[in-house]
């Protein structure tokens, strides 16, 4: 797992649709880092997995975890027995939920490399109207998504998603070791789709992300490989 990196979100229903995508990528020299979700987890399960990390991908596992402590604890670790670089939960799980997902991580995985541990703060669907109408929080958004990342960090979490307009923010608040995983990015020319704050890879890069998690307009691309490279030209020069 390289220190910053584009993370392609792998928003595909099946192992089929999946492994065809990455043909794109056959003798490329760089392996991408992929982001695998609810979608394609629960349609194909640990096996998937395991097959890409012997392939030499990276892996983010993006299941977003929230539960009792002791489940996700128990849940971490068989996460971390899969062999996983970067999985995550949701910060509203609070402290003690967090802390045993360290710790459920740490139990079981394998020597030397644990994986990276990621905090959700706000999800990029809530807005402000539905945390004051539906959750009854009344702060501003940005200062619960700062409390959520503080919290983060305190639990001894490695960092945090988050839009990338926040990732400048968050390093001054959490200290710049601290991650910030960053989705909702798209070329200066490209299509919004239903993404609505969003940077480009280079803008990306100027606030300080640390992994940029870019699904459709690499997926969705006349030619993945070419976009992928563009991502990689723009956020990592
Ligand atoms: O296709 P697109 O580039 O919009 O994909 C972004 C990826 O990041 C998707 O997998 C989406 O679920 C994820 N994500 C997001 N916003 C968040 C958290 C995750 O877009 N706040």
């Not at 991908?57 to 027995?81: C, E, Q, W």
């Amino acid at each position: 797992m390289r220190e910053k990196d584009v993370i392609i979100a792998c928003d595909f229903p099946s192992a089929a649709r999946t492994l065809a995508f990455l043909e794109n990528f056959r003798n490329r020299d760089r392996k991408p880092f992929l982001k695998i979700g609810m979608e394609l987890f629960y349609a194909e399960g640990a096996p998937l997995v395991r097959r890409l990390k012997e392939d030499g991908y990276s892996i983010f596992l993006d299941l977003k975890l929230h539960d009792i402590p002791n489940t996700v604890r128990s849940a971490m670790a068989v996460l971390a027995g899969i062999g996983v670089d970067m999985v995550n939960v949701h910060a509203a799980g609070g402290s003690a939920m967090m802390k045993a997902a360290a710790e459920g991580l740490r139990s079981n995985a394998p020597a030397g490399s644990c994986p990276k541990l990621i905090a959700v703060t706000q999800l990029t669907s809530t807005s402000q109207e539905m945390l004051r109408d539906e959750l009854l929080i009344n702060e501003p958004m940005p200062d619960t998504i700062m409390s959520y990342a503080a919290n983060a960090a305190a639990s001894g979490l490695d960092g945090v998603v988050c839009s990338p307009r926040e990732a400048a923010a968050v390093h001054r608040h959490c200290g710049d070791h601290f991650l910030t995983v960053t989705p909702g990015v798209r070329f200066a020319d490209g299509e919004l789709g239903d993404q609505k704050r969003v940077m480009t890879p280079a803008q990306a890069r100027e606030e300080g992300s640390d992994y940029i998690v870019v699904g459709r307009p690499i997926t969705g691309a006349q030619n993945p490989a070419e976009a992928y490279a563009r991502c990689i030209e723009d956020f990592l020069k």
